[in-house]
């Protein structure tokens, strides 16, 4: 996918005295539990969230997933070591799902997501973010000119239409934070790509400072910025696996 954002350009160094995990084996991890659908996520890693049927299929799912995680990360900027066993978690929140949960998404905010990003956070969640966008650009390179897995049913779209969906659900979450986003015209998919991409890191940045509004104009709650970094990969990682998995 040429002219998709480059997570290795134009970052910054972390600073010596930059706030790793507690542990790189060790996990605060958290449960949104729904009717249908749980969703294991880990705190202080965006993205690396899984769902189950329940409580310890959703868990065996986030600790599965743990090396296919550790594969975004191969820079000396964030340092992640998958987990060996589910004793390596601490499970720190649950919190009640709702219907976008049955769906199939991760819908609400952990209570610290609330707290004031400090400067740490503001360096270190923008490349994991980029971390993620470097995931799904291989994961559609790797799939482009081959055939797509179908469904049980013969269904799941093509990769055209996932990358289109994985745009247009940015969008989406550009509104959910408070972010007016200026018309993008009508062009190279790559400039569609790098612009949206650019939005979400200047929105991030404006929302983490108090720049963007708390409520909307009628009254609905805008998400925060922790749930908008962590909504953003969680979606993008899942559809990049969904390639993974379907190309034959």
């Known amino acids: 996918m040429s002219g998709a954002a480059d997570p290795h350009v134009g970052r910054c160094r972390l600073k010596e005295e930059f706030i790793l995990p507690k542990s790189l084996n060790n996990h605060d991890i958290y449960l949104e539990i729904g009717e249908k659908k749980v969703f294991a996520g880990a705190v202080?890693?965006?993205g690396w969230c899984r769902s189950g049927r329940n409580e310890g299929s959703a868990i065996e799912a986030l600790l599965e997933s743990g090396s296919r995680y550790s594969k975004l990360f191969q820079s000396k900027e964030l340092v992640f070591e998958a987990p060996e066993n589910a004793s390596s978690f601490k499970i720190v929140e649950r919190l009640d799902g709702n219907s976008t949960t049955?769906?199939?998404?991760?819908?609400?905010p952990l209570s610290n997501d609330k707290e004031p990003i400090d400067a740490n956070e503001l360096l270190r969640l923008p490349i994991l973010l980029k971390s993620c966008w470097a995931g799904f650009d291989l994961a559609v390179i790797a799939a482009e000119g081959m055939q797509?897995?179908?469904?049980?049913r013969g269904g799941g779209r093509d990769l055209n239409r996932i990358i289109d969906h994985v745009l247009m659900a940015d969008e989406s979450y550009l509104k959910r934070i408070g972010w007016k986003m200026q018309t993008i015209e009508?062009?190279?998919?790559?400039?569609?790509?790098?612009r949206i991409r650019k939005e979400i890191l200047d929105a991030f940045e404006?929302?983490?400072h108090g720049e963007l509004p708390a409520v909307g104009p009628r009254g609905g709650k805008r998400w925060v910025p922790r749930f908008f970094v962590r909504r953003v990969a969680w979606h993008v990682i899942d559809h990049a696996w969904e390639l993974e998995d379907r190309v034959l």
Do not use: H, M, T
């Open 44 to 46: 202080e890693w965006p």
């Open 102 to 108: 049955d769906f199939g998404a991760p819908d609400v």
């Open 148 to 152: 797509l897995r179908k469904g049980p």
């Open 186 to 194: 009508e062009g190279k998919l790559e400039k569609r790509i790098d």
């Open 206 to 208: 404006a929302a983490a």
